[in-house]
């Protein structure tokens, strides 16, 4: 059966697959459009295969509270403009979801989840993602919160994904809550702390700081031409006040809170917790930044282009 460029249009249009995989689709199945699909869908895992080892250091960062349990994940792809596409946000939402639903441990049984509403599992509907979108995707990571209060936050369109997670005693005005847990994620979005507070920084992290601020001290002290005993005494007391500097950087309850930094963080939730008769412990965060710490591949945009018209 002979077809059209018209009918190579059109499977493109129902499958989302590049024009030549969508002709070759039809010259396997003699221009029968439902045999072409079908050609498509069964060559799907064989083209994700091929694409597997792409960089995927785009995509979104997306937080969610799904029946009272707070998500936060993190889904790559390969370009910006892939991240964008209506059909890959659905695919993230259901990742997040099916997160919420199944409680994985880790990464390797949340691709074995049902994908909710389908009867296929994560890595099945990754996979076919991969087919129609055309580009290598993949689920990077997530975080749970089954417990407490959770606010969810995302920042410029999925770049960075929070989720703030409080507990609240006495408070009835939980919509009160809901927008300073807001505030607190705008802020963990913006400062990046990497603690909650000064007791949350690992022995070794403090160690390794305390030595670094040691060390300049010290070396600051010799430049002033100091002995070296005293240089060191001096030292060992200005420390005290950069590690306090540290945690004010590094710690969320430390950090100036950014609409009124007079106060801290930690400051301004007693505030409020007062103000509406009651308690609010801020008891854990997630910050999430798409393509953290991947390194991406770097294209000669100019000699692409110059490969393609040769």
């Given at each position: 059966m002979a077809f059209t460029a018209q009918d190579v249009k059109q499977l493109r249009e129902v499958t989302g697959v590049?024009?030549?995989?969508?002709?070759?689709?039809?010259?396997?199945?003699?221009?029968?459009?439902?045999?072409?699909?079908?050609?498509?869908?069964?060559?799907?895992?064989?083209?994700?295969?091929?694409?597997a080892g792409r960089i995927t250091a785009e995509g979104?960062?997306?937080?969610?509270?799904?029946?009272?349990?707070?998500?936060?994940?993190?889904?790559?792809?390969?370009?910006?403009?892939?991240?964008?596409?209506?059909?890959?946000?659905?695919?993230?939402?259901?990742?997040?979801?099916?997160?919420?639903i199944n409680a994985p441990a880790d990464n390797d049984a949340l691709m074995s989840c049902t994908f909710p509403g389908l009867n296929r599992t994560v890595a099945e509907q990754q996979q076919e993602m991969i087919l129609v979108i055309g580009e290598n995707i993949s689920v990077r990571r997530f975080i749970r919160y089954p417990d407490g209060l959770s606010i969810p936050y995302v920042h410029a369109g999925g770049k960075i994904g929070v989720i703030v997670n409080v507990e609240t005693a006495g408070i009835s005005d939980m919509d009160a809550v809901t927008e300073l847990g807001k505030d607190i994620a705008m802020q963990i979005a913006a400062m990046r702390p990497l603690y909650l507070d000064a007791a949350s920084v690992g022995a070794d992290d403090l160690e390794k700081e305390t030595e670094i601020q040691l060390n300049k001290?010290?070396?600051?002290?010799?430049?002033?031409?100091?002995?070296?005993?005293?240089?060191?005494?001096?030292?060992?007391?200005?420390?005290?006040?950069?590690?306090?500097?540290?945690?004010?950087?590094?710690?969320?309850?430390?950090?100036?809170?950014?609409?009124?930094?007079?106060?801290?963080?930690?400051?301004?939730?007693?505030?409020?917790?007062?103000?509406?008769?009651?308690?609010?412990?801020v008891k854990a965060f997630t910050r999430f930044e798409k393509g953290e710490g991947i390194e991406k591949k770097q294209d000669d945009f100019a000699a692409e282009v110059a490969s393609m018209v040769k």
């Open positions: 590049g024009m030549m995989d969508c002709k070759r689709a039809l010259s396997e199945s003699d221009g029968d459009m439902e045999k072409a699909v079908a050609y498509l869908r069964e060559h799907g895992l064989a083209a994700a295969q091929k694409k979104v960062a997306y937080a969610d509270v799904l029946g009272g349990i707070g998500v936060v994940v993190e889904v790559n792809s390969e370009t910006d403009f892939v991240a964008k596409n209506e059909m890959f946000i659905d695919f993230v939402k259901g990742v997040a979801e099916a997160v919420a001290a010290i070396e600051e002290n010799k430049a002033k031409n100091l002995p070296d005993e005293k240089a060191r005494q001096i030292a060992e007391k200005m420390v005290k006040g950069r590690i306090n500097k540290f945690y004010e950087e590094v710690c969320l309850l430390n950090q100036p809170f950014v609409k009124e930094n007079q106060i801290t963080v930690g400051k301004h939730v007693e505030q409020v917790a007062k103000a509406l008769g009651g308690s609010i412990a």
